[in-house]
């Protein structure tokens, strides 16, 4: 590694060609100031083989997160009993490829099972229940995790609290207590206040700094913040305006990390549109190294796009990961290494690669395909430099969030 930082740093400095063999993902990370890059997995996946050798290669991810089998649904299908079987297998891999394991996640309002959502709770035995939950998994995984996600998604777009079962029954407290069962069970492990669309800045990232500080004021451990990083492409800030949104929680005394990023494209993609995406995930990775040691670590919501999330939740879009669903990297792997100053991989497609180095350090929206038509709702409609659609959907308004960013709230 001592090898690679050196070649990585006589790179940026101009003293080696940018032909050297390449370094992957997770070595340039490191390069760069951070602890890791990581991607997700889930275990039906394991079976793929081809699959498995990918997510093996510790070159590029230093890290795994389990996408669903740390879920309460999963872990706590009936009330008191434990199932950890399928994390288990996860947290297995990590450790016999020497990667992180980040743990994900203690307290959602999805994929909980009915027991919790149907039950005829009072705020003692919501609370009760909560607190068993959270000591009997992280208990499980006592030593094994670097971070737990303990509250995951708890506000609406306009910073208000979300309307869940542990909200209406307990009260704003339940993300205290959760934080506090959670620090109670494991003492080591950094514990996470994990969201999306934090990174416009604006109502919802105030909302989460109002949440650290809740957690704080009430005595109770918070290390991080997690910015889930679910874009659109073309849709992602500027790297210097998703430095100051990661600065924002930086002051209050908490680490970051990028947790969840995937850059979606409306189908059939195109070279614009993949070019624009290896840009977005420059900036991205780019603002954490921007802002390490406090933001700690990337992590893309799986690898490749044959198992993502994105097309049975968003429709019509898909393509919104580093490697194609035949494993061949994209333009936005390059994205990614160029964001992390690391000479780019011959073996990416091509397509993006100058794009990306004159781009990355700028802003994000030089090159867009939509620069006609409306945006939608929560989609970047102005700021510096913008040459996307200035108009909102209806009924949404385009509405200022810094010089860099207007977005239709
Ligand atoms: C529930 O109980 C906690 C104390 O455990 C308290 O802080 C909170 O305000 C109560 N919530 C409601 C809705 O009464």
Same mark, same amino acid.
């Given at each position: 590694?001592?090898?690679?930082?050196?070649?990585?740093?006589?790179?940026?400095?101009?003293?080696?060609?940018?032909? +050297?063999?390449?370094?992957?993902?997770?070595?340039?990370?490191l390069?760069?100031?951070?602890?890791? %890059?990581?991607s997700?997995?889930?275990? *039906?996946?394991?079976?793929d083989? #081809?699959?498995?050798?990918?997510l093996?290669?510790?070159a590029?991810?230093? =890290?795994?997160t389990?996408?669903?089998?740390?879920?309460?649904d999963?872990?706590?299908p009936s009330?008191?009993?434990?199932?950890f079987?399928?994390?288990?297998?996860?947290?297995?891999l990590?450790? /016999?490829?020497?990667q992180?394991?980040?743990? &994900?996640?203690? !307290?959602?309002?999805n994929q909980l099972? /009915?027991? !919790?959502?149907?039950?005829?709770?009072?705020?003692a035995?919501?609370t #009760?229940a909560?607190?068993? &939950?959270?000591?009997?998994?992280?208990? &499980?995984?006592?030593g @094994?995790?670097i971070?737990?996600d303990?509250?995951?998604?708890?506000?609406?777009?306009?910073?208000?609290? @979300?309307?869940?079962i542990?909200?209406?029954?307990?009260?704003?407290s339940?993300?205290?207590?959760? %934080?506090?069962?959670?620090?109670?069970?494991?003492p080591?492990?950094?514990l996470?206040y994990?969201?999306y669309?934090?990174?416009? *800045?604006?109502?919802?990232?105030?909302?989460?700094? @109002?949440?650290? =500080?809740?957690?704080?004021?009430?005595?109770?451990k918070?290390?991080?913040?997690?910015l889930?990083?679910?874009f659109?492409v073309? +849709?992602v800030? $500027?790297?210097?305006?998703?430095?100051? !949104?990661?600065n924002? %929680?930086?002051?209050?005394?908490v680490?970051?990390?990028? +947790?969840?990023?995937?850059? @979606?494209?409306?189908?059939?993609?195109?070279?614009?549109?993949l070019?624009q =995406?290896?840009?977005?995930?420059?900036?991205?990775?780019?603002?954490?190294?921007?802002?390490?040691?406090?933001?700690?670590?990337?992590?893309?919501?799986?690898?490749?796009?044959?198992y993502?999330?994105?097309?049975?939740? %968003?429709? *019509?879009?898909?393509?919104?990961?580093?490697?194609?669903?035949?494993?061949?990297?994209?333009?936005?792997?390059? *994205?990614?290494?160029?964001?992390?100053?690391?000479?780019?991989?011959?073996?990416?497609?091509?397509?993006?690669? /100058?794009t990306t180095?004159?781009?990355?350090?700028?802003?994000? $929206?030089?090159?867009?395909?939509?620069?006609?038509?409306?945006?939608? &709702?929560?989609?970047?409609?102005?700021?510096?430099?913008?040459?996307?659609?200035?108009?909102?959907? $209806?009924?949404?308004?385009c509405t200022?969030?810094?010089?860099?960013?207007? =977005?239709?709230l």
């Amino acid at each position: 590694m001592v090898q690679l930082r050196l070649v990585a740093a006589a790179v940026a400095a101009g003293l080696l060609p940018t032909v +050297t063999s390449a370094i992957g993902l997770h070595e340039a990370a490191l390069a760069a100031g951070l602890e890791y %890059f990581g991607s997700a997995t889930d275990n *039906g996946e394991l079976s793929d083989s #081809a699959y498995l050798t990918q997510l093996d290669n510790t070159a590029d991810f230093g =890290q795994i997160t389990p996408g669903n089998s740390q879920k309460w649904d999963s872990t706590e299908p009936s009330q008191g009993s434990f199932s950890f079987t399928n994390g288990d297998v996860i947290a297995d891999l990590a450790d /016999s490829n020497g990667q992180y394991l980040r743990c &994900h996640t203690l !307290v959602w309002h999805n994929q909980l099972p /009915s027991w !919790v959502t149907s039950g005829s709770w009072t705020n003692a035995t919501l609370t #009760a229940a909560l607190r068993n &939950h959270i000591t009997n998994v992280v208990t &499980h995984y006592k030593g @094994r995790c670097i971070h737990w996600d303990v509250v995951n998604e708890a506000l609406n777009e306009d910073g208000t609290y @979300r309307t869940n079962i542990f909200y209406t029954t307990i009260g704003e407290s339940y993300i205290p207590i959760a %934080f506090a069962a959670a620090a109670a069970a494991d003492p080591d492990v950094k514990l996470y206040y994990n969201d999306y669309n934090l990174e416009y *800045g604006g109502s919802k990232a105030a909302g989460a700094q @109002r949440i650290v =500080q809740l957690v704080q004021n009430a005595g109770v451990k918070i290390d991080g913040v997690g910015l889930q990083a679910h874009f659109e492409v073309g +849709t992602v800030p $500027s790297r210097s305006s998703l430095v100051s !949104v990661l600065n924002g %929680f930086i002051a209050l005394g908490v680490e970051v990390a990028y +947790t969840e990023a995937d850059v @979606r494209i409306q189908l059939p993609t195109s070279a614009t549109t993949l070019a624009q =995406q290896a840009v977005d995930f420059g900036n991205l990775v780019g603002s954490c190294v921007d802002t390490a040691p406090d933001c700690v670590g990337f992590t893309i919501w799986d690898w490749t796009d044959k198992y993502s999330w994105v097309p049975s939740t %968003f429709s *019509g879009y898909g393509a919104a990961l580093p490697w194609d669903e035949n494993y061949v990297k994209k333009p936005a792997y390059n *994205g990614l290494l160029a964001g992390l100053g690391a000479a780019t991989s011959s073996s990416a497609s091509a397509t993006a690669t /100058s794009t990306t180095l004159t781009t990355t350090t700028t802003t994000s $929206s030089s090159a867009t395909s939509t620069s006609t038509g409306t945006a939608a &709702h929560w989609g970047q409609c102005g700021g510096n430099g913008w040459t996307g659609p200035t108009a909102c959907a $209806s009924p949404w308004t385009c509405t200022v969030i810094n010089a860099w960013y207007s =977005q239709c709230l």
